[in-house]
Structure formats: C-alpha cells, structure tokens
C-alpha cells in the first residue's frame, strides 16, 4: 500500500468514516494503527530514519483487519435483528393456529355430538316403523282369516261387521302411521347426510389448520435454536407450550387438541 491511501475509520459513523486526505488525524476519530500510519507519512524525519515498507505494508494489513472486524460484527448484529423480529412473528403466527385449531375442534366436537343424536333418533323410528309393519302383517292376516271363514260365520256377520269396519280404521290407520314414518325416516336419512357432509368438510378444514399450526410451531421452534440463548426472544419462548420443532414431536400443549402429524 503506498503511504497517501486513503485509510478506514473505525468509530466514526459512515458519512465521516474515512480518513481522505494524507494529513494528521486525531486518534479519537481513526484507529491507533491509521494515526501512526498517515503520521510516519507527514514526517520527513519518520521516513528518513529507515521505515521499511514491509512496516507500511504490516501497519495497512491491521487497518484492513480492523475495517473488516468492524463490517463484520455490524452485519452479526443486523443478522441478529432480522431473526429477532422473525422469530417474533413466527410466534405471533402459531398462537393465532393454535387459537383457531381450538375452535374447529369446537366444530368438528359439535358434528359429531349432532350426527350420534341424528343416528339415535334414525333408529327409534326404524324400531317404530318395524312395529308397525308387524302390525299391518297381523291386521291383514286377521283379514284374510275372516274373509276365509265368512260363509260359516254368515250367522254372526252383523256381530262381526263391527269388527271389521274397525280393522279397516286399523289398517287405514296404520297405513297413515307408515307413510309419515317413512317420510320422518326420509327426512332424518337427508339430515345425517348433510350432517356427515358438513362433518367432513369441517374436519378437512381441520386438519389443514392443523397442518398450518404445526409448521407454524416448527418455524418458530427452527428460529429459536438459530438465535442466542441469551435473546429477548429465546428467554420469552419458553412461555409458549411445547418445545419441539418437528411434526414428529409437536407441542404437548397441542396433543390435547389432536394428534399431529
């Protein structure tokens, strides 16, 4: 390097950080190794008595070092920053999830406690309509018995005409009773499919929030082990259920919502 380059300032911010002109510089302003280099240079005497430039050239190789020491640990603590603030919303992201994976678990819940009653009432009224249709089968049978057995009771028709007109209402009766159980039937068939439609459409949903927690929980976890274990964020973190990072091995304040991955 020859002894009039330009020489980087240490401590001084960036729009006053370099040392422009050959001329004496206060060592409060550049480094010690600057101030003597640009110092040697203004002193004829210096450069008279014998300053190598194996010497100039040792003394410019510490002024590099230090310039780049500096430009290093400003980038490390910028570095640091970004992550701090990713870390930040990586958290704020996965207790948002875990917040509304707790309320489709609510829903999916819900479904199902509606689609048990659903089925519950499906079958007390299948056993209803199996009792009336044993009823129409014994009600036509007492018909036909008393058709076959007409002509030998012709002397008793009046008494049994009676019974008869009854067994009709019975069947008439019994015929209504079937159809709107059929149709009751019908109905609640048309509500349990609705009911496992919007059961399978809410549980779909679910586990896409449930997928979009766990990698939430995962990013933040990975953004964690990447920061010091002396950060705001590393020390505040173990707030905040769990500490794994992998869907293999998901927050145990989660697994009693589900079960991951």
Do not use: W
């Amino acid at each position: 390097m020859e002894p009039n380059s330009v020489q980087s300032c240490d401590d001084k911010p960036p729009e006053t950080s370099s040392c422009d002109t050959v001329k004496p510089i206060e060592p409060a302003f550049c480094s010690q190794a600057s101030y003597k280099f640009l110092m040697m240079d203004d002193n004829p005497t210096a450069n008279n008595s014998g300053l190598k430039a194996s010497q100039i050239a040792h003394d410019a190789a510490e002024e590099a070092n230090a310039a780049n020491e500096a430009q290093a640990e400003a980038a490390q603590n910028a570095s640091q920053q970004v992550k701090l603030m990713l870390a930040e919303r990586a958290m704020a992201a996965a207790n948002a999830a875990t917040s509304l994976l707790e309320g489709k678990q609510a829903i999916v819940d819900s479904y199902a406690n509606e689609i048990q009653g659903a089925e519950s009432v499906v079958a007390q009224i299948t056993a209803s309509l199996e009792t009336s249709q044993a009823n129409e089968e014994a009600t036509c049978a007492a018909l036909r018995i008393a058709d076959n057995h007409e002509a030998a009771m012709q002397i008793v028709v009046d008494q049994i005409r009676s019974g008869l007109e009854d067994l009709d209402t019975l069947v008439e009766q019994s015929q209504a009773d079937l159809e709107e159980e059929q149709q009751m039937v019908a109905k609640a068939k048309d509500l349990g499919d609705r009911l496992a439609k919007e059961f399978k459409e809410a549980k779909a949903e679910y586990d896409e929030v449930k997928m979009a927690t766990c990698r939430a929980v995962s990013a933040a976890m990975e953004i964690q082990r990447s920061l010091p274990s002396n950060s705001c964020f590393a020390r505040n973190i173990d707030s905040f259920p769990g500490n794994s990072s992998s869907c293999d091995e998901c927050p145990s304040g989660l697994k009693d919502i589900i079960s991951f991955c």
